[in-house]
Each structure stands twice: as structure tokens, then as C-alpha cells.
């Protein structure tokens, strides 16, 4: 963010928008997003919660296809129709940013995540209205065990003095010269899992969605270490819990079990 525009944020509140980028097509569960065996698909389920945080002017869903479109339809939410052929969720939001010129901060949601937390919503927003140095946010929570830190499917973030993110991994990070179990309790912790919202600064997600690809986010397939290798700046907040994605039967069926007991 350049001199003048931090200075304008200053003199105005800034204005936040929720975007859940959405498809119905999915590998390893297919229309997981339009289960509806609690009676609400698991997009309303995620629309829903993510009009419960307070900061944000509203919400939409970023649709890549029709049967998307038809479920928002049905449960009353907006929606963005989005080009079928765009290549990751960070584009569809930038596309739906290039529609609301009046927002300043646009977070990203993904739609497969019907238990968001919305005050970890606000707490992303407030990162950034706070950090004006900062061209995104995001969130991390403390890993406690060995078993979580050495899975490749969780992705971990190491951050400086400030909160802000030096590198995110696959791999173990920091790694340990030596172990001891004793590191999983250290306090503050020592290890952290990146949790995969994010908010973004509209001329920054304008201008990472024209950015190609890097070399280390090909060879990690994380997307958010485009942004550090262009010498960008990532906040990171903490929490002390995460939500529960969606991405197997296993995980849907304890999510129906969860929202019936309720």
C-alpha cells in the first residue's frame, strides 16, 4: 500500500466484503457443497455463518457454474456468476472485486467450511484496518501434536516478531535440530497451522490474481507463497481453534452427526 492510500484509509473506515468462491465440481467428494442432508446444503451452511460476522457489508458467492447459481437461488443469497475457466478461488474473488469498486478489504471463505468460526472473519479485517502495512491477512492455529506437524495436508506458517508470515510449508517448520515433545507445549507455541482464509487489500488481490504462478508456490502448491515471493506482506492472526472443512464423506458424515445434535 503506497503513502496515499494509507493515508486515506486513516481518515475512513474501511469497507469489507465477504466473497465464498464456489463450484460444484470436486475430486474427492463430487457436489460436495450441495449435500443437503441436514436440510441446508453446505454452501448455506457457509453463507450462513459468514453473515453472522458483524464488519463485513455483506456476502456473496462467487458462482462457477449453474447448479451453484440454482442453490443461492434457492436459499436466498447473492451471487457473482464467474468464468467456468478460471483457475483458483482467489481469482473468482478478484473477479467479483472488480464489481464492487466501493470495497476496500475482500475476504475469502471457502464455501466447503459450514462451521466458521464469524469472529475469526472479523478478526482478519480487523488485521488489516490495524496493520496498514499489510497487503493480506490470514490465520493460524498452534499445532500440539508431532502427528499434525509431519502431515504434508497441513500446511504450517512461521511468522515474525510482528505476526507477519516469513514462509508457509508442507514440511515441518521450524524444524527442530534436535526433537524433544517438550516443543509441542512450548508457550508461546512453536509451531503453527495455516488456516486457509484469507482477506486481501482490493488493489493487492487485483494484482495478484495478474500474477503468474512462482517457483516455490509450484513446488509446495501453496498459493499464498506468490505473495512472499513478490515481496509482499502477510499478517497473520492467531487462534485457538479451527474449523472443520469438508473434503471426504468421513468428514461430511461427522459434520451431519455435529449439526443434528445441535
Not at 214 to 224: D, F, N
Request: aromatic share 6%.
Amino acid at each position: 500500500m503506497d503513502a496515499q492510500a494509507r493515508t486515506l484509509c486513516a481518515q475512513r473506515p474501511l469497507a469489507s466484503f465477504v466473497v465464498i468462491p464456489a463450484r460444484s465440481a470436486s475430486t474427492r467428494l463430487p457436489n460436495k457443497l450441495l449435500l443437503r442432508e441436514t436440510g441446508r446444503s453446505v454452501l448455506e451452511h457457509t453463507y450462513l455463518a459468514a453473515c453472522q460476522a458483524r464488519k463485513p457489508r455483506g456476502v456473496c458467492v462467487a458462482a462457477a457454474d449453474a447448479a451453484i447459481a440454482a442453490d443461492v437461488t434457492r436459499f436466498g443469497g447473492r451471487y457473482e456468476m464467474t468464468d467456468p475457466e478460471l483457475p483458483s478461488g482467489t481469482d473468482r474473488v478478484a473477479a467479483v472485486a472488480r464489481r464492487l469498486p466501493a470495497i476496500d478489504i475482500f475476504v475469502n471463505v471457502q464455501g466447503d467450511e459450514p462451521e466458521i468460526d464469524p469472529m475469526q472473519i472479523d478478526q482478519l479485517i480487523e488485521l488489516l484496518e490495524s496493520d496498514l502495512e499489510a497487503d493480506m491477512a490470514t490465520l493460524a492455529v498452534p499445532i500440539r501434536c508431532r502427528e499434525r506437524l509431519e502431515d504434508p495436508a497441513c500446511v504450517k506458517v512461521v511468522v515474525d516478531q510482528v505476526g507477519r508470515a516469513l514462509y508457509f510449508s508442507r514440511s515441518p517448520i521450524p524444524h527442530p535440530r534436535s526433537w524433544s515433545d517438550d516443543l509441542l507445549a512450548a508457550d508461546p507455541p512453536l509451531f503453527w497451522q495455516h488456516l486457509g482464509i484469507y482477506a486481501y487489500r482490493r488493489e493487492f488481490l487485483l494484482r495478484l490474481s495478474s500474477l503468474p504462478p512462482s517457483r516455490l508456490e509450484r513446488t509446495e502448491s501453496l498459493e499464498q507463497l506468490r505473495v512472499l515471493e513478490a515481496g509482499s506482506t502477510i499478517r497473520v492472526g492467531f487462534t485457538e481453534h479451527a474449523s472443520r472443512g469438508i473434503d471426504t464423506w468421513d468428514d461430511y458424515r461427522a459434520f451431519v452427526r455435529r449439526a443434528q445434535a445441535c
